[in-house]
C-alpha cells in the first residue's frame, strides 16, 4: 500500500477537498484587517532577522526559500510569496484583491492565528520558540520586539462583528487612520 501526501497522488480528489480553503472567521465572526496586514505585517516575512542557527549567526527572512517561501519553503503550512507590495485599495475590488498573491499570503498568516488572542497564535509563538518547536529557531528574542508587537496589535484588534476584512474600520489601526507602512500602531 503506497502512502500519498495531502491530496493524494496521480490527480484526482480522493479525500474531496475544495478547490479553496479560506480561513473561517475568528470565534465571535470577526476578521483580521487586510489594509493592516498589507502595509504593516507582511513587510515583517521579507525582512531579514539576525539569528543564531545550529551556533551559528545568521541573517534570514521568513520568506526565504528555506523557510516559508511558498513555492520552496520547508516551513509547514505557513507560506509566503516574498517581496509583495501593497494593493491601492481605492481602485481594486473585493475579486481583484481576493486572487491576489498578497491576499494569498493574508490567509496564510491569517491561518496561524487565534483572532483577538495574540497569546494562543502559532503566528507569535513559533518564532519567539513559545512552547512549540520552530524549525528557523528563535527570530525574536522576546515579546518587546516590534515586528512581534506589531503583529500582536493586529490580531488583539479585528474588524467589529459583521464587518469583513477590508472594512474601513481598519483603518482606526493606524496612527493617525492614515494608511501606509510609516504609520503601523503596535501594542506598547
Given at each position: 500500500m503506497a502512502l500519498c501526501a495531502c491530496g493524494g497522488a496521480g490527480g484526482g480528489n480522493p479525500l474531496n477537498n475544495p478547490p479553496l480553503v479560506g480561513n473561517s472567521a475568528g470565534a465571535a465572526g470577526q476578521r483580521l484587517s487586510f489594509t493592516f496586514f498589507q502595509y504593516c505585517v507582511n513587510p515583517i516575512f521579507d525582512?531579514?532577522?539576525s539569528i543564531t542557527l545550529n551556533?551559528?549567526?545568521t541573517e534570514n527572512t521568513c520568506s526565504s526559500a528555506?523557510?516559508?517561501a511558498s513555492a520552496t519553503g520547508r516551513g509547514g503550512a505557513f507560506r509566503v510569496i516574498a517581496g509583495l507590495q501593497p494593493l491601492d485599495l481605492s481602485t481594486s475590488t473585493t475579486a481583484q484583491i481576493r486572487t491576489s498573491e498578497i491576499y494569498q499570503n493574508f490567509l496564510s498568516a491569517q491561518g496561524e492565528t487565534v483572532v483577538g488572542n495574540y497569546a494562543q497564535s502559532l503566528l507569535v509563538n513559533k518564532?519567539?520558540?513559545r512552547n512549540l518547536l520552530h524549525g528557523g529557531g528563535q527570530i525574536f528574542i522576546d515579546d518587546t520586539d516590534p515586528?512581534?508587537?506589531?503583529?500582536?496589535?493586529?490580531i488583539a484588534?479585528?474588524?467589529p462583528a459583521g464587518q469583513d476584512e477590508f472594512s474601513p474600520a481598519g483603518n482606526n489601526l493606524f496612527v493617525n487612520?492614515?494608511?501606509n507602512a510609516s504609520n503601523c500602531n503596535?501594542?506598547?
Open positions: 525582512t531579514p532577522h551556533g551559528v549567526p528555506g523557510c516559508h518564532p519567539l520558540v515586528n512581534i508587537r506589531t503583529i500582536e496589535y493586529w484588534n479585528p474588524m487612520a492614515t494608511p503596535s501594542l506598547p
